[in-house]
C-alpha cells in the first residue's frame, strides 16, 4: 500500500480526505501516462529496428546516388546506355551485398573462436537470363581463404554457418534462385556443392 493511501485512510477531515485522494488519482495519471510513453517510445525505436530504409536521388542522366546508413553509394550507366560511369550499375550489388553479409559473418564467428585467417577473398558470379527482365538465374561464390593448417575444419564450419544459418541475403536469394558455393583454403579446394549438384543432376 503506497504512502499516500495509508495517510488517506488515517485522514479524519473530509477536506483532508479530498485532498489526499486528489493527489492518490493525479500520481495515478501520471505515472500511467509516463508509461504509455515509455511504451511508445519503445515501439517506435524497435520499429525502426525492425526495418531498414535508403534514399535515393536522381544526379540526372542516368546517375542516382543512394544513401544507406549515412554513406552515399554512386550508381550509374556507361556511355554507350547514356550513363557517365560514375559509379556500378545496380544489379552487381545484390551480389555486392550477399559477399558483405557471407563474409562478415565468417569474419565474426572465426574471431569469436580465436581464429582469424591470414588472409580472405570472395568472387561472386552471377549467371545472367537472355531477355527481359534481366536478371540473375544461379549465384556462385568462391571463397578464397588462407589460415593455419589446424583452424581449416572450423573455418570450413564458419562458411556453412554462414550459408546455412546467418547470412540473411543468401536465404531471401535462395527462395528465388541456386545460390552455391566453393571453399578454397590455403589453395586446397576443401568444398564445392556447384560440383556436387552438377554430379547430382548428370
Known amino acids: 500500500m503506497s504512502i499516500r493511501k495509508k495517510e488517506y485512510q488515517r485522514a479524519t477531515s473530509a477536506k483532508k480526505k479530498m485532498q489526499l485522494l486528489l493527489m492518490i488519482i493525479c500520481s495515478y495519471?501520471?505515472?500511467?501516462?509516463?508509461?504509455?510513453?515509455?511504451?511508445?517510445?519503445?515501439?517506435?525505436?524497435?520499429?525502426?529496428?525492425?526495418?531498414?530504409?535508403?534514399?535515393?536521388?536522381?544526379?540526372?542522366?542516368?546517375?542516382?546516388?543512394?544513401?544507406?546508413?549515412?554513406?552515399t553509394i554512386i550508381m550509374d550507366a556507361p556511355e554507350r546506355a547514356g550513363g557517365e560511369d560514375n559509379g556500378p550499375i545496380p544489379k552487381p550489388l545484390v551480389l555486392t551485398a550477399l559477399a558483405g553479409c557471407s563474409g562478415m559473418d565468417i569474419a565474426a564467428i572465426s574471431?569469436?573462436?580465436?581464429?582469424?585467417?591470414?588472409?580472405?577473398?570472395m568472387k561472386v558470379t552471377g549467371e545472367i537470363s537472355k531477355k527481359a527482365p534481366i536478371e540473375y538465374t544461379a549465384i556462385h561464390i568462391m571463397y578464397d581463404i588462407k589460415g593455419g593448417p589446424?583452424?581449416?575444419?572450423?573455418t570450413l564450419n564458419a562458411v556453412t554457418d554462414s550459408q546455412e544459418k546467418y547470412c540473411g541475403v543468401?536465404?531471401?536469394?535462395?527462395?528465388?534462385?541456386?545460390?552455391?558455393?566453393?571453399?578454397?583454403?590455403?589453395?586446397?579446394?576443401?568444398?564445392?556443392?556447384?560440383?556436387?549438384?552438377?554430379?547430382?543432376?548428370?
Open 29 to 71: 495519471d501520471v505515472r500511467h501516462v509516463l508509461k504509455k510513453c515509455l511504451l511508445l517510445s519503445s515501439s517506435q525505436k524497435l520499429s525502426k529496428l525492425m526495418a531498414h530504409e535508403i534514399e535515393v536521388q536522381w544526379m540526372g542522366k542516368m546517375q542516382f546516388n543512394a544513401l544507406v546508413n549515412g554513406h
Open 111 to 121: 574471431r569469436k573462436a580465436g581464429k582469424d585467417p591470414y588472409g580472405f577473398e
Open 150 to 154: 589446424e583452424n581449416k575444419e572450423a
Open 170 to 202: 543468401s536465404s531471401m536469394l535462395k527462395k528465388a534462385l541456386p545460390v552455391t558455393w566453393e571453399v578454397t583454403y590455403n589453395g586446397e579446394s576443401i568444398f564445392n556443392n556447384k560440383e556436387q549438384l552438377a554430379e547430382l543432376n548428370s
